[in-house]
């Protein structure tokens, strides 16, 4: 399938330019099959953003003891991790190295969180980034320019932009993400370059003047609902004298008790709620 870079708002190139590089991690994982609901991990690696190996384990599955290695990923079979801890026994190992990052990058974020579910471990409250689905959003089929496209897997991003990559060891996988990452970033600052710095002194002009207007707005807005909630303390405050008004007419008249201090309550309630509306920020 031959891809091309999707046009996109200004506003993504932006962001997607300024994806960053570092203090990430990359995930590659080995499992016992693709059903989210019944089969589980059997090796994990962590590499850093420059390649560096930081966690790799073969793991035995706590639920699963029979599987066929033709149907795992990466060919582990039973025998393979017959000696191996249970991956949860290493959760403490996991969130030393993942601790210090502030986002993780994955092939596919769903399944892999619901493997580690499997094993027992959440997903690090980190930004979790899925590459295939960030270059499948960025980028369409030829043929069909104003789509993104259907489908994308860490081999069809490798051919796209060309690097060579060795799946055959979850580093290898984990190494794989790592570099789809920086070629999908590497993109759309390349993209974002090609209009030229002339375009995006224009653009932040432009964006600058919007803000403006808005700010504009906003203060307007504001000096509108002051005099509205002022216009209302004001009601509230000639309900309060007419309560009051009542009050003395009431007192001088000699009139009932129980009534005077029903309309002595209406109006301290009535004074209340004009203060209220009058120091509303």
């Known amino acids: ?53 930081l966690f790799s384990e073969k793991v035995k599955p706590h639920n699963r003891e029979d599987w066929s290695a033709c ?30 990052l502030e986002f ?4 596919h974020v769903d399944f892999v969180k619901a493997m580690l579910d499997r094993s027992w471990i959440a997903m690090p409250n980190r930004v979790v980034v ?18 993104p496209a259907t489908v994308a897997t860490i081999e069809s991003i490798a051919e796209y932009y060309g690097f060579v990559i060795d799946l055959s060891t979850t ?17 759309f600052v390349q993209q974002r370059d ?10 932040e002009a432009r964006m600058a003047e919007e803000n403006s207007e808005q700010d504009a707005a906003r203060t307007v807005e504001q000096m ?22 009542l009050v003395i007419q009431l007192y001088q008249n000699g009139g009932d008790i129980g009534f005077m201090m029903i309309a002595g309550a209406a109006a301290a309630f009535c004074y209340i709620r004009a203060v209220i509306n009058w120091n509303k920020k």
């Open 224 to 245: 509108r609902e002051r005099r509205y909630t002022q216009m209302n303390a004001l009601l509230w405050v000639a309900g309060g004298i007419i309560f009051t008004s």
């Open 104 to 107: 993780v990058l994955c092939q």
């Open 194 to 203: 090609a209009k030229g710095q002339e375009y995006w002194d224009a653009y």
């Open 130 to 147: 899925d590459v295939c689905e960030l270059f499948r959003l960025s980028h369409c089929v030829k043929g069909y320019p104003e789509e």
């Open 1 to 53: 399938m031959e891809y091309s870079f999707l046009e996109t708002s200004d506003e993504a190139l932006i962001e997607g330019a300024k994806l960053p590089l570092e203090k990430g991690a990359a995930i590659g994982m080995f499992t016992t099959g693709y059903d989210v609901v019944n089969d589980e991990t059997v090796a994990i690696s962590i590499v850093d953003m420059n390649g560096s190996v």
């Open 171 to 187: 580093e290898g996988v984990a190494r794989a993400v790592n570099n789809a990452y920086r070629s999908i970033v590497g993109e």
């Open 71 to 100: 149907e795992a990923s990466g060919g582990i079979g039973p025998e393979d991790v017959e000696e191996a801890q249970p991956l949860y026994e290493l959760e403490d190992e996991m969130t030393e190295v993942l601790e210090p």
